[in-house]
């Protein structure tokens, strides 16, 4: 198998951009930090934590989000993929 020439994505990028999905996911269903933490039984400090990338968020708790967030984990984490190539750092 070839190697990929395509530079993989830092750990803070993944993170961040992890967050950013969150973030639109939950907006768009017009839900406060406080909602989302109580439907996914986490704590709101760590939310906005996941949400400003300083997490790097288990397997577990990504199924928590997605499903308190009414999605499958796959479009959080799709988002993450296909957000400005994903390589590239946020501008």
């Known amino acids: 198998m070839p190697k990929s020439t395509s530079k993989l ?3 803070e990028d993944v993170q961040l951009r992890f967050g950013v999905a ?3 996911f939950r907006d768009a269903r017009k839900l406060t930090q406080e ?3 109580e439907f996914s039984d986490m704590h709101v ?5 996941i949400e400003r990338g ?4 288990s397997l577990f708790n990504i199924h928590r989000l997605a499903h308190a ?3 499958a984990p796959a ?3 799709g988002s993450v993929s296909h957000m400005q190539g994903f390589g590239a750092r946020p501008q």
């Open 75 to 77: 479009e959080l984490l």
């Open 22 to 24: 969150v973030r639109a």
């Open 45 to 49: 400090t760590y939310i906005s934590q």
């Open 69 to 71: 967030l009414g999605v």
């Open 35 to 37: 909602q989302l933490a």
């Open 9 to 11: 994505a830092s750990k």
């Open 54 to 57: 300083l997490k790097n968020v």
